[in-house]
């Protein structure tokens, strides 16, 4: 049995050249955006026992009191019968409220519960900080460029 020098560098035998992948726009904002799901997990998801769309209604909802179920649907590009699935869900959960417009009983108003209010506090500092960590790795100018980009690249 050889021994191994200190000084002779560690190869990582496979380590493959990934270039080709990295190069294709949509394979690298998946890549990162795993990295920002498994975050998401960490800090938001598991400590508050929500999932990522639950979060996004909830902010939402938050953010738009008595908003619609309509304008939640377009927003997050959801299909109705997709939404209505998971407001059963906070609803049971009593996280949020549902009720018919007065002026047009066909409209569903959603709003956040007292339970869903406390909740949509909890997550928007824990989102803050978790942005705050994500954020220092670019300075101002590399942020509003990243935030141009991605507003450029979602628009069809």
């Given at each position: 049995m050889t021994a191994e020098r200190l000084d002779t560098p560690v190869i990582d035998e496979h380590a493959i050249d990934e270039s080709a992948?990295?190069?294709?726009?949509?394979?690298?904002?998946r890549r990162t955006d795993h990295v920002l799901q498994r975050d998401f997990r960490?800090?938001?998801?598991?400590?508050?026992?929500?999932?990522?769309i639950e979060f996004s209604l909830v902010m939402l909802a938050g953010a738009n009191p008595e908003t619609t179920?309509?304008?939640?649907?377009?927003?997050?590009?959801m299909k109705p019968p997709a939404l209505a699935v998971v407001l059963d869900r906070l609803e049971k959960a009593g996280?949020?409220?549902?009720?018919?417009?007065?002026?047009?009983?066909?409209?569903?108003?959603?709003?956040?519960?007292?339970?869903?209010?406390?909740?949509?506090?909890?997550?928007?500092?824990?989102?803050?900080?978790?942005?705050?960590?994500?954020?220092?790795?670019?300075?101002?100018?590399?942020?509003?460029?990243?935030?141009?980009?991605?507003?450029?690249?979602?628009?069809?």
């Open positions: 992948l990295w190069s294709i726009t949509g394979y690298a904002l960490r800090h938001i998801g598991k400590p508050l026992g929500i999932s990522e179920q309509k304008a939640l649907c377009a927003s997050l590009g996280i949020v409220e549902r009720r018919r417009m007065p002026e047009d009983r066909r409209v569903q108003i959603v709003a956040l519960s007292t339970r869903g209010a406390s909740l949509y506090e909890q997550a928007r500092t824990r989102a803050r900080e978790m942005e705050s960590r994500i954020r220092q790795r670019l300075d101002a100018s590399e942020r509003a460029t990243l935030a141009a980009l991605l507003r450029k690249l979602r628009v069809n």
